[in-house]
């Protein structure tokens, strides 16, 4: 089979997938090489700054400060637990249902970014820190974001789209 073939039997949504992964990985090189670890640059005055902080946590920096021996491996079995959740998922899913096959692409996407980081450094680099005054979100990255449209997407989809009974009455 030619490479040109392979290519154009590549579904898009593992485009998006494998689209999301590689800018994941690009825009966290580049925070990791220009900001030193805990500096910031504003981006928006009083609203968003890049950041160059470490999530050795799960989402939402949840378990990122207990000390517990094997975090990391944790977090990575917790990372590769949802991945198997999403794999099936995706497997119930029918050809026609497209706003949830992208959603899941996303969440794909998102999820093996932040497993790279993991697996490799034992942490995730965060670098969006968006506040309002004394109130700040959470810092995240392209993976978190990706990981959320992608989820906003699916619930959608099964609350929008979706004829939810099998047997209507």
């Known amino acids: 089979m030619s490479p040109e073939s392979v290519l154009s039997r590549i579904s898009r949504y593992w485009w998006v997938t494998i689209g999301l992964i590689v800018a994941d990985q690009i825009t966290k090189a580049l925070v990791h090489q220009s900001l030193g670890l805990y500096d910031s640059v504003s981006v928006i005055p009083g609203l968003i700054d890049l950041v160059h902080v470490r999530n050795e946590g799960v989402a939402f920096g949840l378990l990122n400060s207990a000390d517990l021996p094997f975090k990391a491996v944790l977090t990575s ?6 991945l198997l ?18 959603g899941l692409a996303c969440i794909l996407g998102g999820a093996i970014g932040n497993l790279i980081d993991r697996v490799r450094q034992g942490y995730v680099l965060d670098f969006v820190d968006v506040y309002w005054g004394t109130w700040h979100f959470w810092a995240f990255n392209v993976a978190d974001a990706s990981i959320s449209i992608g989820a906003v997407l699916v619930f959608a989809d099964l609350l929008l789209v979706k004829q939810h009974a099998s047997n209507p009455v």
């Open 77 to 82: 079995a917790l990372a590769v637990a949802a």
């Open 85 to 102: 959740g999403i794999a099936f998922y995706a497997r119930q899913l029918q050809a026609h249902e497209r706003i949830a096959r992208l």
